[in-house]
């Protein structure tokens, strides 16, 4: 099949890409002309483990190309994916205005039938807006449909995640559109996994429910952890004994600094604003957001805490800016709201991450030193804040660590380390809900 990718970020390239191992034909179209230059000589520009390979190997056999030119490509495509992103709008509702720009700019070169695909995370409704404005915009009499094919893929794990989905997700009005989707993703499911065939509005909503669920699930055992800190129980003996109830189940359990990235913070303020439009409050969903915000203030206090509210040219190393490991996606990550806080209050911030440095820089205003390498980022500094759980921070090297960290406290974001074992070298220790 044709297909046109509009919109390479995390998820057009890596459907773009995965779309051409399995045969496809595919171009992808952005706006960015610096980032198309570098997607075509291979480099993914974003960090996503396998991105790299795969891309190359499907450059090579020509089955994925780069353009900024729609017309040149879009009037030979059966399927063309919109995947530009929806930001948080100023009301909190997600802005559909790069979605509507990438839908005009297309519409005037379809020819024959071609299928548009929502993959962007989008309200309920902007599938039927999409076919509404093309309905009354297209001029040759081409026919179209319009699906909404919303994304699952979790950064991190994206390639594998599309090339071996949970679940695929469709919203159709046609049996054309239907049997095109069910086409193009048939190799995907080889090993029977569904692929959930609905109305476009059930799956637009779909999209939402998960991310605000899965929040959700953050957001309660974060709640969770402060009671345990108040009452003298351990977050992680309540957490695994939970989790052995397959009712509630093992994942997103974790406690930690708050969720970050970019879908949960702007999906959960766009289904607020979408129930507000209803008048339907979501009151779950809003007490999550709350917890969200709590936390990575919660964290804040406890480091004021230890150092008498006065943490002014304290030295404070970071380990971790991605909003979580094996991504360099700094987008809403608690990292930036942590050091922006304690920055302010006159910290001077020794930030490290394997892959985020550069996104970072972009995010951070406040003035942070960045290392490469976290061990050299704790030389000299009084604390240590694990705020990602990389696994290269995971091990605790005392001989190291001791080596250069004169400080005398860690605290531990993610629970990755021992509390016992890390007193036992002499330095405090804070984890997130533990004794
Ligand atoms: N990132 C994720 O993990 C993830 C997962 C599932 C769903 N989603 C959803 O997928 C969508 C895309 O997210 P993303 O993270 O890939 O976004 P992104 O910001 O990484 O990439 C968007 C790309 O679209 C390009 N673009 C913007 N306007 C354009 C236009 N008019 N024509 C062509 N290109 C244009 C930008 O230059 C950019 O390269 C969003 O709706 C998001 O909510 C994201």
């Known amino acids: ?58 450059i090579r056999s020509r089955r994925i190309r780069f353009s900024g030119e729609a017309k ?15 930001p948080t709008g100023e009301d909190g509702s997600a802005d559909v205005s790069h979605l509507m720009s990438a839908v005009e700019s297309v519409v005037p070169y379809l020819s024959g039938y071609t299928l548009i695909v929502n993959k962007c995370t989008a309200p309920v409704g902007t599938a039927s807006n999409i076919k509404k404005y093309i309905h009354d915009n297209i001029k040759n009499g081409a026919e179209f449909d319009v699906a909404s094919n919303p994304e699952f893929l979790k950064e991190g794990v994206a390639v594998q995640d599309f090339l071996y989905p949970d679940r695929v997700v469709v919203g159709v009005d046609s049996v054309r559109a239907e049997k095109i989707l069910r086409e193009l993703y048939e190799p995907f499911l080889r090993s029977g996994n ?19 669920f899965l929040a959700t699930k953050i957001s309660f055992i974060n709640d969770i952890s402060v009671l345990c800190e108040k ?6 003996s309540v957490r695994h004994a939970m989790s052995s109830d397959p009712r509630i189940g093992k994942t997103f359990l974790y406690p930690g600094v708050g969720y970050g990235g970019s879908c949960f913070p702007k999906d959960v303020k766009a289904i607020i604003s979408t129930a507000s439009g209803v008048d339907e409050n979501l009151s779950i969903v809003r007490a999550a957001e709350q917890i969200n915000d709590l936390q990575k203030k919660r964290f804040v206090e406890k480091v004021l805490k230890y150092f008498n509210n006065d943490v002014n040219k304290k030295v404070i190393a970071v380990w971790g ?63 240590l804040l694990i705020l990602t ?21 860690v605290f531990d974001g993610r629970n990755i380390w021992n509390p016992e074992h890390i007193k036992q070298y002499g330095y405090d220790y804070f984890g997130v809900g533990r004794k």
């Open 194 to 212: 569904p692929i959930h065939v609905m109305d476009v509005r059930s799956a637009e909503l779909t999209k939402y429910a998960c991310n605000s």
């Open 231 to 236: 009452l003298g129980a351990d977050i992680n």
């Open 1 to 58: 099949m044709n297909i046109v990718v509009i919109g390479t970020g995390y998820v057009g390239l890596v459907a773009g890409t995965c779309f051409a191992e399995t045969g496809n034909d595919v171009v992808c179209i952005d706006i960015d002309e610096k980032k198309l230059e570098k997607l075509r000589i291979g480099d993914p520009i974003i960090y996503e483990p396998g991105l790299e390979t795969l891309l190359k190997k499907n």
């Open 72 to 86: 040149d490509h879009v009037p030979d495509a059966d399927a063309i994916f919109m995947a530009v992103g929806t």
């Open 389 to 409: 759980e990389w696994n290269e921070y995971r091990t605790f090297d005392p001989k190291k660590l001791k080596k250069h960290f004169n400080g005398k406290v």
């Open 321 to 383: 800016l991605a909003f979580k490991p094996q991504t360099d996606d700094v987008r809403e990550a608690p990292a930036l709201d942590i050091i922006s806080a304690l920055a302010k209050k006159g910290a001077i911030v020794h930030a490290s991450d394997p892959v985020a440095i550069d996104n970072a820089r972009v995010f951070i205003k406040e003035e942070v030193k960045y290392f490469t390498d976290h061990i050299e980022a704790v030389d000299g500094a009084d604390a």
